[in-house]
Nanobody, 119 residues
Framework: QVQLEESGGGLQQAGGSLRLACAASGRTLLGLTMGWFRQAPGKEREFVASIRWSIRTTSYADSVKGRFTISTDKTENTVYLQMNNLKPEDTAVYYC????????????WGQGTQVTVSS
């Protein structure tokens, strides 16, 4: 199973930018879809963005479209989430996840990284 480790979280002012990274190891990422999710205090975990590793097809939650960009670095086996024009409501723990392309459920998760956006 793939192992995932996030980094890059922190504190940023509203309107600023952060880039999260998810380093993957343990198996090839071919045949996988990689996703970013987030969970704010008192709320359920929600989908943010995903990318199919092999053909780089992307999907975004409406709340982040136009502000966040998911991408991959295949030489580094890393998935990135570039977050621009951050808003206080983006404050959450962000998780990287992986699933097989034909599966509905993500079955590999990182430990999460905190993103805090101040107004």
């Amino acid at each position: 199973q793939v192992q995932l480790e996030e980094s890059g979280g922190g504190l940023q002012q509203a309107g600023g930018s952060l880039r999260l990274a998810c380093a993957a190891s343990g198996r090839t990422l071919l045949g996988l879809t990689m996703g970013w999710f987030r969970q704010a205090p008192g709320k359920e975990r929600e989908f943010v963005a995903s990318i199919r590793w092999s053909i780089r097809t992307t999907s975004y939650a409406d709340s982040v479209k136009g502000r966040f960009t998911i991408s991959t670095d295949k030489t580094e086996n890393t998935v990135y989430l570039q977050m621009n024009n951050l808003k206080p409501e983006d404050t959450a723990v962000y998780y990287c996840a992986a699933r097989r392309v034909l599966d509905r459920e993500y079955d590999a998760w990182g430990q999460g990284t905190q993103v805090t956006v101040s107004s």
